[in-house]
């Protein structure tokens, strides 16, 4: 088994984070022209994760296997509106893991590190996305015991 190691993402991190996102991004294009990106959109995205590494409040992580990247995580507490008990939660804005590196423990170990990430700035619950088209993701997040709680529906106009 390989030494798996998941840490805090630096900024050093974003060149290889942005190529993830970028595989993630193509797999998902395949999937449903929704997920079509803009041509810069690998620079933009470069600078969100900046931010969420650099914000008080981000949490953004990596998995890193003999050294290289292979998986990140990136989210922010995000509030809900002031009507709720609940104030605030951990919102998971993108993960993926390199299609070579999958089915190995390292999208688990890479989500547990952002619950404890989570839970230390005091959030008792956490929130993502999932695109019903990506049956890897849909499968993996079901594994992690997430369910759903609400639908997105569209309608193109």
């Known amino acids: 088994m390989e030494a798996v190691v ?8 974003v060149p290889a984070i942005t190529a993830l996102w970028a595989e993630m991004s193509r797999f998902h294009a395949v999937r449903d022209p929704y997920f079509a990106v803009v041509d810069d959109a690998e620079r933009l995205f470069a600078a969100y994760v900046t931010r969420n590494i650099e914000a ?29 008990t609940i104030p605030e939660h951990g919102a998971i804005s993108d993960f993926a893991v390199t299609a070579t590196h999958r089915r190995r423990g390292i999208g688990a170990r890479l989500f547990r590190f952002a619950q404890e990430q989570f839970r230390a700035l005091g959030m008792s619950r956490v929130e993502l996305h999932v695109a019903v088209n990506n049956e890897v993701s849909t499968r993996f997040w079901t594994k992690m015991g997430l369910r759903p709680v609400m639908e997105t529906r569209y309608l193109d106009l």
Not at 56 to 62: A, D, E, H, I
Request: net charge neutral; proline share 8%.
């Open 56 to 84: 008080p409040l981000g949490v953004v992580g990596v998995a890193e296997v003999d050294g290289g990247v292979v998986g990140f995580s990136s989210g922010v507490v995000a509030k809900y509106p002031p009507v709720f």
């Open 6 to 13: 998941v840490r805090r993402a630096t900024l050093a991190d």
